[in-house]
């Protein structure tokens, strides 16, 4: 029914976004790595759209930022019990290359990060994504940036076992990465709480 959405951001937060389209705003779930991309309130922004409905929640609206993220959103949502709410919780923490290396290696460490995913979960998303993600194109990602995604990655983990928020880490990670090489993951983590304490106080 929906294929992109392209209008006015009205709001955003890390869980949602809306966007005005001609008068009308529409009310869509999206996973952190869309909400990282999302320009300024009051921009034009065009966001890939997955539709769904049912008895229970009605008619509910699903936000990508590209065409690839939407694809693996689909490709979760095949899995047996595997539903929207954690569909895009895996999209929130991982992202769609680094996921797709992770099913591909079996990398069951990786996606039991994601809140709500154990082992057997992860398990089972590796089992019945190995022979479709290959479908999923995306531009290939030069050996330094999928180093520097490891290294992102494991700060990331580390900083969640230490009890922060993935919505309130990811940004500080971000911004850190662009303005500086880190070696290893433990220089970035130690970067990032130093960040995180300074706004704190």
């Not at 869309?34 to 320009?39: A, M, N, S």
């Not at 979960?121 to 330094?144: M, T, W």
């Not at 969640?160 to 090489?181: A, H, Q």
Request: glycine share 6%; aromatic share 8%; net charge neutral.
């Amino acid at each position: 029914m929906f294929s992109y959405l392209k209008g006015i951001l009205a709001k955003k937060s890390p869980f949602s976004a809306v966007v005005d389209c001609s008068g009308v705003g529409y009310e869509i779930n999206i996973p952190l790595s869309t909400f990282d991309k999302l320009p300024e309130i009051g921009k034009t922004v065009e966001i890939q759209i997955h539709f769904t409905m049912n008895e229970n929640e009605g008619i509910r609206l699903f936000g990508f930022w590209s065409l690839e993220e939407k694809e693996m959103f689909r490709q979760l949502l095949s899995i047996s019990k595997i539903g929207p709410k954690t569909a895009i919780s895996v999209l929130s923490g991982i992202s769609v290359p680094n996921l797709i290396r992770a099913v591909q290696t079996g990398d069951v460490k990786l996606i039991s990060t994601v809140p709500g995913i154990g082992k057997k979960s992860a398990e089972r998303l590796i089992i019945e994504l190995k022979d479709k993600v290959g479908k999923i194109a995306f531009e290939d990602v030069p050996i330094a940036d999928l180093e520097k995604m490891d290294i992102v990655r494991e700060a990331e983990s580390a900083l969640i076992t230490l009890g922060y928020k993935l919505y309130e880490i990811r940004k500080v990670l971000t911004r850190l990465t662009k303005e500086n090489d880190y070696d290893s993951s433990e220089e970035l983590l130690k970067a990032t709480i130093k960040d995180l304490y300074k706004k704190r106080n």
